[in-house]
C-alpha cells in the first residue's frame, strides 16, 4: 500500500483524482509511487541559483523509474548576503521554517518519497531533518560548490572578501584593492568554496547515509551535474516505496559523520546540525562525541579555512570516497547503510586518488595530529561551548574580557582597532532565543584576521561562527544569555580561563554576587517568525530545534 493511495484510490477520492488528472496524470500513473522534488531554488545567491536547471533531469530520472515527480519549492536565506546585519537573524530560523515546509509539501499531498535539491548551508540540515521527521523514503543532492575565484595567481573564496574587509579597515589595502577582491571572489554558481558550513553540511549527510555518496562532490557548474541529478532520480524513483531515511539516520552513521566533520577540519555549525537531525529521528545524540572524535581523528585535508585547498581541489583529488577510504583503512568508520542500497563501505571501495593530489592526506601522516572541534564546560558555559582549533594550536588561552552586546557594537570597535592581541572578546545575546536566530560572527571573526589577529584574541559568543571562521573562536555557549546564562554576568576587564586540555572555560568572578547585581536584559521583539521561534526554540546544545518534548 502507497502512501499516495489515500489521495488516487477508492470513489470518495474523485474530487483528488480529478485535480490530479487536471495536471496530466492518467489512470496509469495513479498505480505509481508520487515523489516530492523540493527545490531550495533562489536566484538572490550563486549557491542555489541553479537548483531549477537540477530539477529537470532530476524528474526525468523519476519518471524514467516508473515513478511521477511533484516539484515543490522551499525558502532559503543566504548567510553570505545576510552576514554582519540584522537579516542573519534569519538564517537558522530558515533551517525549522525548510524543514516545515518541506514536511507540509509531503503530508499535504500524501507523498511517497521526496527528494530535496539543497546549496546554502540551512537548507542541507533542513532536509534531512524533514526526512527523518515524515520518516519516508528519499535523498538529498547537493547542487555543489562554487568554482574558484581567480586574482592574479591567487585562489579566491568568500573568505577572502570578509578578510579583505579587515585588511581594508587596517589600511593595508585600499579601495581598489577591495573590490578587486570583491569581483572575482564568487565566479558563479555554487555554495561556498571551502570547508565551510555548505561543503561541511554536505559531506556529512554523505557519510550519514542519506546523500549519495559522490554526488555532492561534483561542482555546481560541472557539465557532469546533470547527469548526477538525473541518477538521483532514478534511484529515488526505485526505491520511493523502500527504506525510510529515518532507517539510516543511527548512532552509527551519526558518528561517521561526526568523524568526517572533524577528519576534514570542518565548520562547528555541524555540532548544531546533527544534533538536530539526531533529535528528529528521535536518535539520542551527545555533542560531546565532537571532542571524543577530534582526540582520536586527526584532519587529513588541507582545505580552507584553515588551510591551503579548495572543495573543488578536494573533488578533482578523488573526493569524498577517497577521503572516506583513508579513514576506513584506518579504522575510524562504521559500515553501514546508505541511500543508494549499498553500504558506506561499498561506496569507498571505488574511491580512485588522482596522481600528485596533496589534498587529502593519510591518517598516519595527517595535516593536523588531532581534530578540529572541542567541547568545552566550565562556569561560563554549563551546557557546553564549541571550541574550533582546526587552524590552530590546542592551547590554553586567558586575558581579560571585553564584553559586547550585540555583534555590531564588537565589529565597530574591531573596524576601530580597539581589540588587541590577548583580549577575550564576549558577544552576548546572540543565541538563539536573545538574537533571535543565533547570528554568525563572521564579520567580526574575518576583520580580526584581515589584522592579523587571528589565534591572537578568543572570542566567545553563545551565537555561531560560520565555517569560514577561523581563530581561536567559541561558540554555541551554553545557556545563552537571554536565558540567564553565565554570559550575561561577565563584565569587562574580567579574566577568562580557556583551557581545551582538560574541556574548561572559566571566569574567576564572585557569580552570585554579580547575579544578585546585574539583570538579564530583556527579550527583544523583532515580531512575527523571530518571535515564534525565540518562544520555542531549545539551547544550542541540543541542537537549537523547535521540537518541543514529549511529556510522559
Known amino acids: 500500500m502507497k502512501r499516495s493511495d489515500a489521495i488516487t484510490k477508492g470513489p470518495q477520492k474523485a474530487a483528488a483524482r480529478a485535480m490530479l488528472r487536471g495536471t496530466g496524470l492518467t489512470d496509469a500513473d495513479f498505480e505509481k509511487p508520487m515523489v516530492a522534488v523540493v527545490s531550495t531554488y533562489s536566484s538572490v545567491m550563486p549557491c542555489n541559483m541553479h537548483l531549477r536547471t537540477l530539477a529537470g533531469p532530476l524528474c526525468d530520472g523519476i519518471r524514467e523509474s516508473g515513478a511521477v515527480p511533484f516539484e515543490f519549492g522551499a525558502p532559503v536565506v543566504t548567510d553570505g548576503i545576510s552576514m554582519g546585519h540584522d537579516g542573519m537573524r534569519a538564517s537558522l530560523i530558515s533551517r525549522e521554517v525548510i524543514a516545515d515546509s518541506i514536511e507540509l509539501c509531503v503530508r499535504g499531498h500524501a507523498l511517497d518519497a521526496a527528494v530535496i535539491l539543497v546549496g546554502c548551508d540551512k537548507t542541507i540540515p533542513a532536509a534531512a531533518m524533514a526526512l527523518a521527521r515524515l520518516d519516508i523514503p528519499g535523498a538529498v543532492l547537493y ?99 523502500g527504506t525510510s531515511i529515518r532507517s539510516l539516520i543511527t548512532p552509527a552513521s551519526l558518528r561517521n559523520a561526526v568523524s568526517a566533520v572533524v ?27 565532537f571532542d571524543e572524535l577530534s582526540r582520536e581523528v586527526p584532519v587529513i585535508t588541507d582545505l580552507k579555512p584553515g588551510g591551503r585547498y579548495l572543495a573543488q581541489d578536494m573533488s578533482e583529488a578523488g573526493g569524498c570516497r577517497l577521503f572516506g577510504a583513508r579513514l ?3 579504522g575510524l568508520l562504521e559500515d553501514t547503510m546508505t541511500v ?37 564546560y566550565g562556569d561560563v558555559a554549563p551546557e557546553g561551548a564549541v571550541l574550533k582549533t582546526s587552524g590552530y594550536a590546542d592551547r590554553a588561552f586567558s586575558g581579560p574580557a571585553r564584553v559586547f552586546d550585540c555583534e555590531e557594537d564588537c565589529f565597530a570597535e ?71 546564562g553565565p554570559l550575561a554576568y561577565l563584565k569587562d576587564g574580567d579574566k577568562i ?27 527583544k521583539s523583532y515580531g512575527g517568525v523571530f518571535d515564534k521561534f525565540a518562544k520555542l526554540v531549545g539551547s544550542a546544545s541540543r541542537g537549537a530545534v523547535t521540537l518541543q518534548e514529549k511529556k510522559g
Request: glycine share 16%.
Open 143 to 241: 547542487g555543489g560548490t562554487i568554482g574558484k575565484g581567480r586574482l592574479g595567481d591567487r585562489d579566491l573564496s568568500i573568505q577572502d572578501v570578509f578578510e579583505a574587509v579587515g585588511q581594508h579597515a587596517k589600511g593595508d589595502i585600499d579601495d581598489a584593492g577591495l573590490k578587486a577582491v570583491e569581483e572575482k571572489a564568487c565566479p558563479g554558481a555554487g555554495a561556498c568554496g571551502g570547508q565551510f558550513t555548505a561543503n561541511t553540511m554536505a559531506m556529512a549527510l554523505a557519510f550519514l547515509g542519506v546523500a549519495p555518496m559522490g554526488a555532492g562532490d561534483v561542482p555546481a557548474v560541472h557539465p557532469d551535474k546533470p547527469g548526477v541529478a538525473h541518477a538521483v532520480g532514478l534511484l529515488a524513483g526505485q526505491q520511493a516505496l
Open 263 to 289: 577528519a576534514s577540519g570542518g565548520s562547528t555549525n555541524a555540532v548544531l546540525h546533527l544534533a538536530a537531525i539526531a533529535a528528529e529521528a528521535g536518535v539520542d545524540f551527545d555533542i560531546d562525541i
Open 328 to 330: 576506513k583503512e584506518a
Open 340 to 376: 543508494t542500497g549499498r553500504t558506506l563501505f561499498e561506496e569507498l571501495a571505488e574511491a580512485e586518488e588522482t596522481p600528485g593530489q596533496d589534498v587529502i592526506w593519510t591518517v598516519d601522516k595527517p595535516v593536523k595530529e588531532t581534530g578540529g572541534i572541542r567541547i568545552l
Open 414 to 484: 574591531v573596524q576601530a582597532g580597539g581589540i588587541k592581541s590577548g583580549d577575550v572578546v564576549v558577544i552576548r545575546y546572540e543565541g538563539p532565543k536573545g538574537g533571535p536566530g543565533m547570528r554568525e560572527m563572521l564579520a567580526v571573526t574575518a576583520a580580526l584576521a584581515g589584522q592579523g589577529l587571528a589565534g591572537d584574541v578568543a572570542l566567545i559568543t553563545d551565537g555561531r561562527f560560520s565555517g569560514a571562521s577561523h581563530g581561536y573562536v567559541i561558540g554555541h555557549a551554553s545557556p545563552e544569555a537571554a536565558a540567564g
Open 497 to 523: 580561563s580557556i583551557d581545551p586540555a582538560s574541556r574548561r572555560i572559566d571566569a574567576d568572578i564572585p557569580w552570585e554576587e554579580r547575579r544578585a547585581e546585574m539583570s538579564v536584559r530583556p527579550q
